[in-house]
């Protein structure tokens, strides 16, 4: 028998995965290394009450955990002999084993902790594990002794920071020596908009773009990274290259200029013999403007100049007596916090399928998938003065040529000016596209698919799911989600990548967020980003649908806003994380009580700003319908969103102890839905206004209809989709995110099938015949006008992922349950289907569904995590062989279902039908 315990720490709303769980054996159970993309063994948490979380596995099955014992101390030597420890939590009889809070001394700014844990099993103890550590961030404002840097004026010709706004990189940088042997060194850094920071010519880290974005008037966030091993006894440098980022922001008229990019960065050195030192950057440092990145701007691009090239400016020795003293600047408006969430990093790379020659001399190349990131020239061949111009795109013109209408204002421009006749190699340091497709120019022969990668990018996270069925389009369907969301994710959940707007819009997110959590360990971006949302947030309550609000939009309606909430139940009910339920919960309270006072009228919420966002059009020329039978009145889609709000407020209230808030709730919300039936619903006919599948939809899985009129309701429903729509889809943005399980909770699974395999318009499979690698802004993404027609959003994919999971495969959290500790299996079977396979890396572990059916047989392999269990439901007329076991707790059967109750393990049922 071998068992195994994965470690997890989860520290405020960042999980940290601590590697090094080998070698520990006790009474069969083995600890285990997690391979997985997190941060290990983390730098510079800003919580004093870190939060532990761990993963246990056994070949034996129904492995439940009966107790936990956590210990920390300051060393790891201390913490092996049980000495000196800051907290030691004793035998704790518990089966959770996930968020565990620290309860020990108080934690030291700064410093570093070491950490194991003990568990004990009905199949055995684990003895103590492998040792990890963290170290703490600055924790007072005292311990920064750093100043804020930069050059405060604009240097080089064109420079402005009106309309399009341009500016040259700043490289900043500080010599120091250093003439004792070093025990430990960590650089605390923040380099407003972004930065890149070297130590004696090596980059401190693999982030891109860092730090994270945030609304600046409120926050300003700093990145942690130990340098120990980049200094040198004796002559040191860290230099800093500083780019534009979301600071001195894109567009004056659109996206807020905070101010010239400035630097604050501090090194703390301890010495083996027990001193101290630091490194800050102060009036000291030298400074210019004149280097080879003349202009930096993600909507524009990245002009690089060879001729301007520092050479080895990154180096102890460089000359710099050229170069400026540094201007003191003024401190950003918003408070310094460690940041919560990793960076970004490059994540994956492509190499381009096919080079085409345009009659003009230039080349258009293909990547073969929209993607976001940029291009790295490998090694091109240069002439003198003569730019090399990078161009980019998602799809092509007709004759060939870049797509760019689409685009908006943005340039989306790279240009290389060679300084003299050599090969070299360049990719930019600030900037990112959204294309599938670049051209490119200045070249006077044809290059190879080899000399160019494509370097994606977005927030470093795992990738927890796979899906993948017998169906092309489902199939498909997936993949381009997957790359549409990932390309999405930039340090915010964003809009769109490629024109210029990219922009954290709330309303793309709010069910979607939960789908995206199946495929990607997206919490502590959403934590993250939960917070924006607040910082973003009115005195008196309002939500701004961007947020960070760098465009600001207090429309006081309902829908967008909607997402602040959802994202915190999917935080809780995916990952099992309550803490931004309590952070938000004032926030969100204070949020509906502006909205009864300035958008309700006799218990209905009468604004709303965009209507049932993207809806199919009459006309595929359209981008938004003018039929008013195809619309949803506005006052419906606030009001039922609302409702269901409160009713999420009820939940959240009991979660956090404000018990006393759910009379008015409750009290509220059926003020509401009898005003709302009242009226809006038809009784004779059972439907809602107009008779829209989004105005049905939403009453009837918002909890709204009149009980006993929901299979009515839900006929109109059907009715709609299979004779007005031909059984397509007939929503935007706020009908799609419930339209899929509501469907199928009403017993038509083979519509909801039909409608995620269509490939005629509208659907996902006409985008995907029609070439969409990534999931379109529009239904009719390739004939409406380019004004707002992009080709990578995610909001129409609404509920579809969670369908995916929750009824194809059958991962679902029972609802008795949060963050899977306890599955409810119950997977749906439309007509045309026959084979599903998936896979979830849960916070408790792995979960894994496979299912096929083979002429009259029906094969189900099932794997659940240690100290989890499922209640697995099939059709009776399945004739289930019962599977027997020591994980099998329980079976049962009805005249329609088979329940067979699970505990961990791998299992394969078979049936006869």
Request: hydrophobic share 35%.
């Amino acid at each position: 028998m071998k068992n195994k315990v994965i470690l997890i720490t989860q520290l405020l709303t960042l999980i940290i995965v601590l590697a090094g769980l080998t070698g520990c054996e006790s009474q069969g159970i083995k600890l285990l290394s997690p391979q997985v993309e997190m941060q290990v063994n983390p730098q510079g948490i800003a919580t004093t009450t870190p939060r532990f979380s761990w993963q246990i596995s056994s070949t034996s099955p129904n492995l439940q955990q009966q107790s936990y014992q956590i210990q920390v101390a300051e060393n790891e030597k201390d913490l092996k002999q049980g000495k000196n420890l800051i907290w030691d939590s004793g035998i704790v009889t518990s089966s959770e084993s996930i968020l565990i809070p620290f309860e020990g001394k108080n934690l030291t700014s700064g410093n570093e902790y070491y950490w194991h844990v003990s568990v004990a099993t009905n199949k055995g103890e684990s003895g103590w594990s492998a040792i990890n550590k963290w170290s703490m961030a600055l924790l007072n404002e005292s311990d920064w002794q750093a100043k804020w840097i930069g050059e405060d004026n604009m240097s080089n010709l064109g420079e402005t920071a009106e309309g399009n706004t341009r500016l040259a990189a700043r490289y900043l940088r500080k010599p120091f020596s250093v003439d004792k042997k070093i025990k430990r060194a960590v650089l605390y850094i923040s380099g407003l908009g972004a930065y890149e920071a070297f130590v004696n010519e090596n980059s401190v880290t693999d982030d891109v773009l860092a730090p994270t974005v945030s609304w600046y008037p409120e926050k300003v966030y700093y990145n942690v990274y130990d340098v120990t091993s980049l200094l040198n006894n004796k002559d040191n440098v860290l230099s800093v290259k500083l780019g534009n980022g979301r600071y001195f922001g894109m567009r004056q008229s659109d996206t807020q200029v905070f101010g010239l990019p400035r630097l604050l960065a501090q090194i703390n050195i301890e010495f083996t013999d027990g001193t101290k030192d630091m490194v800050i950057s102060d009036e000291s440092w030298k400074v210019t403007s004149m280097g080879p990145v003349v202009a930096n701007n993600e909507f524009d691009g990245e002009e690089y100049d060879a001729r301007k090239e520092l050479t080895d400016w990154n180096k102890w020795d460089f000359d710099d007596s050229s170069w400026k003293q540094v201007d003191l600047m003024s401190n950003p408006a918003g408070k310094l916090v460690a940041q919560p969430n990793p960076n970004i990093s490059v994540q994956d790379e492509l190499t381009p399928i096919s080079i085409a020659a345009q009659p003009d001399g230039k080349y258009i190349l293909d990547m073969g998938q929209n993607m976001v990131g940029w291009i790295k020239i490998n090694s091109l061949n240069g002439k003198k003065d003569q730019p090399i111009t990078m161009r980019f795109a998602e799809t092509l013109m007709d004759d060939g040529s870049l797509y760019m209408d689409n685009l908006r204002g943005a340039k989306v421009t790279d240009i290389y000016t060679p300084a003299e006749d050599r090969s070299f190699s360049w990719e930019p340091s600030f900037v990112f596209h959204g294309f599938r497709y670049f051209e490119i120019s200045g070249l006077d022969y044809e290059p190879k698919l080899t000399d160019f990668t494509g370097r994606v990018i977005y927030d470093t996270m795992e990738t927890t799911g796979i899906f993948e069925t017998n169906n092309h389009i489902i199939n498909q369907t997936f993949k381009n989600a997957f790359w549409g969301i990932r390309g999405n994710y930039r340090g915010m959940p964003t809009d769109c990548p490629q024109r210029d707007e990219r922009q954290g819009w709330l309303g793309d997110r709010a069910t979607g967020c939960f789908g995206e959590a199946f495929v990607f360990d997206n919490a502590p971006l959403y934590s993250k980003w939960l917070q924006d949302i607040e910082d973003s947030q009115s005195p008196e309550g309002s939500i701004s649908v961007v947020s960070p609000r760098y465009w600001t939009l207090y429309n006081d309606d309902v829908t967008w806003p909607s997402a602040y909430f959802y994202g915190a139940k999917m935080l809780w009910q995916h990952y099992g994380d309550k803490e931004p339920i309590y952070r938000h919960y004032n926030s969100m309270k204070r949020y509906l009580l502006r909205i009864q006072e300035v958008s309700m009228q006799d218990y209905i919420i009468t604004k709303d700003t965009y209507g049932d966002w993207c809806m199919p059009p009459e006309s595929q020329e359209l981008i938004h319908s003018q039929d008013p039978s195809r619309k949803t009145a506005g006052a419906v889609l606030s009001t039922t969103v609302y409702y269901s709000l409160l009713n999420m407020m009820i939940e959240f209230a009991e979660l956090t102890g404000n018990s006393n808030d759910i009379p008015q709730y409750l009290e509220l919300a059926s003020q509401i839905k009898d005003a709302y039936n009242t009226k809006y619903f038809n009784a004779d006919s059972a439907f809602y206004d107009n008779n829209t599948v989004t105005a049905n939809i939403l009453s009837l899985q918002l909890g709204l209809a009149p009980q006993g009129s929901e299979q009515a309701l839900f006929n109109n429903i059907v009715d709609k989709t299979e004779v007005d729509f031909g059984g397509h889809v007939s929503t935007g943005v706020l009908g799609i995110q419930h339209l899929m399980r509501g469907l199928t909770e009403y017993n038509n699974v083979d519509l909801a099938y039909k409608i995620a395999t269509n490939r005629t318009y509208p659907s996902w499979g006409y985008m995907i015949d029609k070439g969409a690698t990534t999931i379109w802004e529009l239904w009719n993404g390739d004939t409406a006008n380019p004004a707002m027609n992009s080709g990578n959003h995610v909001m129409l994919l609404g509920d579809l992922l969670i369908w995916y999971y929750e009824d194809l495969a059958g991962i679902k959290n029972h609802p008795e349950s949060v963050a899977f500790k306890k599955l409810l299996m119950e997977p749906k079977f439309p007509d045309g289907l026959t084979h599903v396979e998936a896979t979830y890396n849960s916070v408790r572990g792995e979960i894994k569904s496979e299912w096929s059916k083979e002429d009259d047989k029906f094969f189900w392999n099932i794997t659940i995590p240690g100290n989890s269990s499922a209640v697995v439901r099939l059709p009776k007329e399945f004739n289930i062989i019962t599977p027997e076991g020591e994980g099998v707790l329980n079976v049962s059967s009805t005249d329609i279902v088979t329940e067979i109750e699970l505990g961990s393990g791998t299992y394969q049922i078979e049936g006869n039908i």
